[in-house]
């Protein structure tokens, strides 16, 4: 049994609005271990980015608040420490990858800088350590003519070549924790491929945890052991890859599986779930999938159903998995023709 | 780089050439004479005078003249101040103006910035309102009144300040703090909504991610980002700082080229206004041309786009 690196305990995230509170993680239960790559996946607004803005303490506050739970890295709990001590945390022991890379680097700023400032702010380099090292981390990304890329501005680089630049910031101090945010959405497909690759290749050499935040399973497929899917501010079903495409036991994640475009299929159409996310300022008071499901019964709009032990590594929150339920199997559509491994 | 401001001074002449021109008609329009007791002169001292400065000849040809004086370097002679040239009436008037326009320009814009970024750091609470406060009533009370108020206020009742003139660091206080505030409250406004928007945008989370300090996060990142459209309203706030010491000279009693202007136009001192004219869209032109240079210098984007044109 690997270590765990970090630990997330009944996390709760609520953000105050005109409207009122709205409940964006809503109990939150997450490891990861040494080495490993987990996905967290979900629609929009389920809750995944805030999720891992929080493990960086990157939630702007007023108006988020934490209103309970533990982020525990190495056993302690980031949400104790103080500013100071976070800011030694960020970009040396975790550091994160942002979703858009045409708008996550400063403009006004060379590239090589950008880099060196974690440099000289972690590890004291002066400039000159600074900037060799500059040099060898966009080596590492692979991009070509590194001496003359870091003296230069994000705008004299394309999308992808910005996203490796943004990956080599974030490995620049050698993090333990690396927090992939929707690392390919604003890619086209083939950079979003190269991007992964790089990835992986990263992961090997360096070892580092990933927390990959998608709503890609393609993304997932390639890169993650293990799999958290969410919805509606929780975590609905956690299992290894295998177990979340081959045996998926959540009817979230079976409706994710569906909706997922075939290169088999004859149908014009993309399957869809139906209906909307839950409204978070007002949340439901038992499964939040519930009014969405077609299987739902009438406990699962009155009670949140606990997790039931699947396997040592799956775990699903679902009341057809209680022995008193009818037995219901899943959707022929969630064959795994869009999953490629 | 060389082209595109070759191209910029290029179009500083042909803009030059039309508002000389503009005015040159525009104040032929005035009514009125240049002489003061006109009706005392009579009418062939008048036309005396008239073949004397060139007034008799068709207005096309006066304008084909002066134009050819000016491209001389040579403004003429006013009609007010016996045998002084307009150019060393302008030389004698600029120097205390210039003093005044950049006191006022820097305490603008500095505290302008300051007060905009305080704002947008501590948006929502008692700062940011008392800051808004301030800019609502710079733009809206107009220089004339906050400069006659605190005539009144420091100068008359507390006696803290000089009433009027422009000798000592103390009579500078009161003309320059009437001009600034409107740049102020302009500036801090515009260093509020920019700052606001540069703090919520990614890569204001991506350098926090990094594990920058917050002064760090504000000064490196957010402020150099908020200032590039700041840069391009300094000239149009220097331009209410120009405008503004045309009533604040005169209210203040200052010897400037603003309060010249205004005395010129009463009495119909051609050379001098066009004088001063040409001297204050010189001014305009190569200001507005330096905005875009500074606006390169700051955002790298905007310099590489000038070059490849």
């Known amino acids: 049994m690997l270590e765990n690196i970090l630990e997330i305990k009944d996390l709760r995230v609520s953000f105050e609005t005109y409207a009122g509170e709205v409940q964006a993680v809503r109990g939150v239960n997450l490891e990861l271990k040494k080495g490993e790559a987990l996905a967290i996946v979900g629609e929009s607004g389920s809750g995944k980015s805030v999720t891992s803005k929080s493990i960086m303490r990157l939630i702007p506050s007023p108006p988020g608040k934490f209103k309970s739970g533990e982020i525990l890295f190495e056993g302690n709990d980031l949400l104790k420490l103080s500013e100071k001590s976070m800011q030694k945390m960020r970009g040396s022991e975790i550091s994160m990858i942002f979703q858009d890379p045409m708008t996550s680097l400063n403009p006004t700023m060379t590239v090589g800088k950008q880099i060196m400032e974690g440099l000289k702010k972690h590890q004291n380099m002066n ?97 993650a052991q293990r799999v958290a899917v969410m919805y509606g501010g929780k975590i609905v079903e956690t299992g290894n890859v295998d177990e979340i495409f081959y045996s998926p036991k959540h009817p979230y994640t079976w409706g994710l599986l569906s909706s997922m475009p075939k290169l088999d299929s004859k149908s014009d159409e993309l399957m869809a779930i139906p209906g909307t996310p839950p409204d978070l300022s007002n949340p439901p008071k038992g499964c939040p999938f519930a009014a969405r499901c077609p299987h739902a019964m009438k406990v699962c709009t009155e009670h949140m159903p606990e997790y039931t032990e699947l396997s040592e590594t799956q775990k699903t929150a679902c009341w057809l998995l209680d022995e008193r339920a009818p037995k219901v199997e899943p959707p022929e559509t969630i064959g795994v023709g869009g999953a490629q491994k | 780089m060389v ?190 909504n920019e700052m606001i928007g540069v703090l919520g945008s990614d890569y204001i989370d991506m350098a926090r991610a990094k594990g920058l300090s917050r002064p760090a996060v504000v000064i490196k990142h957010a402020m150099r980002n908020s200032l590039v459209p700041i840069a391009t309203i300094v000239i149009p706030s220097l331009m209410t700082v120009i405008t503004g010491s045309l009533v604040i000279e005169n209210i203040f009693a200052i010897p400037g080229i603003g309060d010249q202007f205004v005395s010129s136009i009463v009495t119909n001192d051609y050379p001098v206004i066009m004088g001063t004219t040409i001297l204050f869209s010189i001014f305009f032109l190569v200001g507005i041309f330096l905005t875009d240079l500074a606006y390169g210098v700051i955002d790298p984007r905007i310099r590489v786009a000038g070059g490849d044109s």
């Open chain 1, 127 to 223: 400039k000159h350590d600074a900037a060799q090292r500059a040099v060898e981390l966009l080596e590492l990304v692979g991009i070509p003519n590194p001496e003359d890329r870091i003296k230069q501005y994000p705008h004299q680089f394309s999308g992808g070549m910005r996203q490796r630049v943004v990956i080599a910031i974030a490995l620049a101090c050698n993090p333990k924790v690396l927090i992939a945010d929707e690392p390919t959405t604003a890619l086209d497909v083939t950079i979003q491929a190269q991007i992964l690759d790089l990835m992986k290749d990263l992961q090997k050499k360096t070892n580092t945890s990933i927390i990959l935040i998608t709503h890609d399973l393609g993304v997932v497929a390639n890169m």
């Open chain 2, 3 to 192: 082209a595109y401001i070759l191209k910029r001074i290029l179009y500083m002449l042909i803009t030059f050439f039309v508002i000389v021109s503009l005015s040159f008609f525009a104040m032929k329009l005035l009514p009125g004479s240049p002489y003061r007791n006109a009706a005392k002169l009579g009418p062939e001292l008048v036309a005396q005078l008239n073949h004397q400065y060139g007034f008799d000849k068709p207005i096309p040809v006066q304008y084909i003249n002066y134009l050819n004086k000016v491209l001389h370097g040579d403004l003429g002679v006013s009609f007010q101040y016996e045998g002084r040239t307009v150019n060393s009436i302008l030389a004698s008037k600029v120097p205390v103006s210039a003093d005044l326009g950049i006191e006022a320009t820097i305490i603008g814009v500095l505290i302008g910035i300051i007060l905009g970024a305080i704002a947008a750091l501590r948006r929502g609470t008692w700062l940011d309102y008392g800051v808004m406060v301030i800019a609502v009533l710079g733009i809206s009370v107009p220089s004339f009144i906050l400069a006659q108020l605190m005539q009144y206020y420091f100068g008359v009742q507390l006696r803290w300040l000089p009433v009027a003139k422009w000798d000592g660091i103390e009579s500078h206080i009161m003309p320059v703090i009437a001009l600034a505030v409107g740049s102020v409250a302009v500036i801090a406004r515009y260093m509020r």
